[in-house]
């Protein structure tokens, strides 16, 4: 038998993967605030990831907003 899609397992799943995910990103972007300047470019996309989903916006609209942070 397959899983019914919106089963309390698989939701229960996606939402721990989420949260996990979220917390190495916090991890992640405390380790790069960290180091000196310059950045790698890999370092400016999980910012930019991790202000995505802070500010909820879409990754264009946050490289619009950088330069006037």
Not at 45 to 61: D, E, N, T
């Amino acid at each position: 038998c397959s899983a019914i899609p919106d089963s309390p397992t698989l939701d229960e799943d996606k939402t721990n993967e989420h949260a996990a995910y979220i917390k190495n990103l916090e991890i992640d972007v405390q380790k790069i605030l960290l180091k000196p300047s310059p950045k790698s470019i890999q370092d400016k996309i999980c910012l930019v990831k991790y202000l995505c989903y802070v500010l909820k916006l879409s990754p264009a609209k946050v490289l619009e907003l950088l330069p006037h942070l």
